[in-house]
């Protein structure tokens, strides 16, 4: 069992920043990514970024890419979510998940095992 809680989510101004973080217990070696999603309403859930636990990969949804970075800290069993320039359409329920075994698919939710509880970020215009 993997047990996840996000935080870090609120409300901000478009073109502010936050900070998520995702901390993580339990059988946390035995897995090969985390990866953060979001679900804006009436929406389906859709890939933010990912990390693999070993290996620093990280992947980015088009989206995001060089205004969002994911990062962890090992010891800490903590991963993070930089979320810089912020606009009006990433307001959404962030949700971070971990995933156990090797994929090459890891920006499908279908490939996390478990989730956390979801944290909100709505960004203001």
């Known amino acids: 069992q993997v047990q996840l809680v996000e935080s870090g989510g609120g409300l901000v101004q478009a073109g502010g920043s936050l900070r998520l973080s995702c901390a993580a217990s339990?059988?946390?070696?035995?897995?090969?990514?985390m990866g953060w999603f979001r679900q804006a309403p009436g929406k389906e859930r859709e890939f933010v970024a990912d990390?693999?636990?070993?290996?620093?990969?990280?992947y980015y949804a088009s989206s995001v890419k060089g205004r969002f970075t994911i990062s962890r800290d090992n010891a800490k069993k903590t991963v993070y979510l930089q979320m810089n320039s912020l606009k009006p359409e990433d307001t959404a329920v962030y949700y971070c998940?971990?995933?156990?075994?090797?994929?090459?698919?890891?920006?499908?939710?279908?490939?996390?095992?478990?989730w956390g509880q979801g944290t909100q970020v709505t960004v203001s215009t």
């Open positions: 339990g059988r946390t070696f035995s897995t090969y990514a």
């Open positions: 998940a971990a995933a156990l075994r090797y994929s090459s698919r890891t920006y499908s939710p279908k490939e996390y095992n478990y």
């Open positions: 990390i693999t636990w070993i290996g620093y990969n990280t």
